[in-house]
Nanobody
Framework: QVFLTESGGGSVQAGDSLRLSCTPSERTFTTHAMAWFRQAPGKEREFVAQIGWRGSSTYVADSVQGRFTMSREYSKNTVYLEMTELRPENTAVYYC????????????????WGRGIQVTVSS
């Protein structure tokens, strides 16, 4: 069992930036892909971004392309989701996930999930 701990959420104004962090309980992200998903009120959970287990490849949803960036810091065993130019429609609970992730957008490809962290963007 791998536990994923998310942090960095909060309430911000439109146009602000925020960085989410996710730290697995074990150093498994060197062999597994890590991803972020989000679920807005009344909507289904959707893919946001993924970083491959090699750490060099990232894949970002079209809806956040150019504003959201995912990265990893091996020394801290942590992955990040850097979010800029936030918009009210980015308000959601953001989830960190870990797994094979062969198809980045498919939830079934991720075995472990964090509890989620709230991001609220006000206009």
């Amino acid at each position: 069992q791998v536990f994923l701990t998310e942090s960095g959420g909060g309430s911000v104004q439109a146009g602000d930036s925020l960085r989410l962090s996710c730290t697995p309980s074990e150093r498994t992200f060197t062999t597994h892909a890590m991803a972020w998903f989000r679920q807005a009120p009344g909507k289904e959970r959707e893919f946001v971004a993924q970083i491959g287990w090699r750490g060099s490849s990232t894949y970002v949803a079209d809806s956040v392309q150019g504003r959201f960036t995912m990265s990893r810091e091996y020394s801290k065993n942590t992955v990040y989701l850097e979010m800029t130019e936030l918009r009210p429609e980015n308000t959601a609970v953001y989830y960190c996930a870990q797994g094979e992730g062969n198809y980045p957008e498919r939830e079934g490809g991720y075995e472990y999930w964090g509890r989620g962290i709230q991001v609220t963007v006000s206009s």
